[in-house]
């Protein structure tokens, strides 16, 4: 069995709790048809650690420059801040790549209104 892999970009002052769900459901087997099918990995800008806006440090274990949406089966969006200043448009970018070729984005709160405003939503932003 292959895994798949769920990618959750990380970032500066992320709204930490809003994905929190998501990923320990994905990374529990007891919530999956297939145990082990699906993992999560996360993604950021650089591979310097970062701070959330509840205060965990989270290391990201790879650079969103080297996610390929082939290589994913989702791309998870979080909130924050960072998105009403534009300093995560590689990642409303790489969400284009995504919805592009079918894999599906999840984005939640604010990181939903960047990709509105970038005209990323769906096949009607691609």
């Known amino acids: 069995?292959?895994?798949s892999t769920v990618h959750l970009f990380v970032f500066d002052g992320m709204a930490d709790w809003e994905a929190a769900y998501a990923i320990a459901?994905?990374?529990?087997?007891q919530f999956q048809l297939v145990p082990g099918r699906f993992s999560?990995?996360?993604v950021a800008a650089s591979l310097d650690p970062v701070i959330t806006m509840g205060?965990?440090?989270v290391q990201?274990?790879?650079e969103l420059?080297?996610?390929s949406p082939v290589a994913s089966s989702l791309l998870i969006l979080p909130g924050g801040k960072r998105w009403e200043s534009h300093d995560n448009d590689q990642a409303l970018d790489k969400a284009r790549n995504f919805?592009?070729?079918g894999v599906p984005v999840?984005?939640?709160?604010?990181?939903?209104?960047?990709?509105?405003h970038a005209g990323r939503l769906g096949k009607y932003g691609a």
Do not use: F, H, K, Q
């Open 60 to 62: 990201p274990d790879v």
């Open 99 to 101: 919805v592009a070729v």
């Open 25 to 29: 459901a994905i990374n529990n087997p």
């Open 1 to 3: 069995m292959r895994t």
């Open 106 to 116: 999840a984005a939640i709160c604010a990181a939903t209104l960047a990709l509105a």
């Open 55 to 57: 205060g965990m440090r």
């Open 40 to 42: 999560v990995a996360t």
């Open 65 to 67: 420059s080297e996610v």
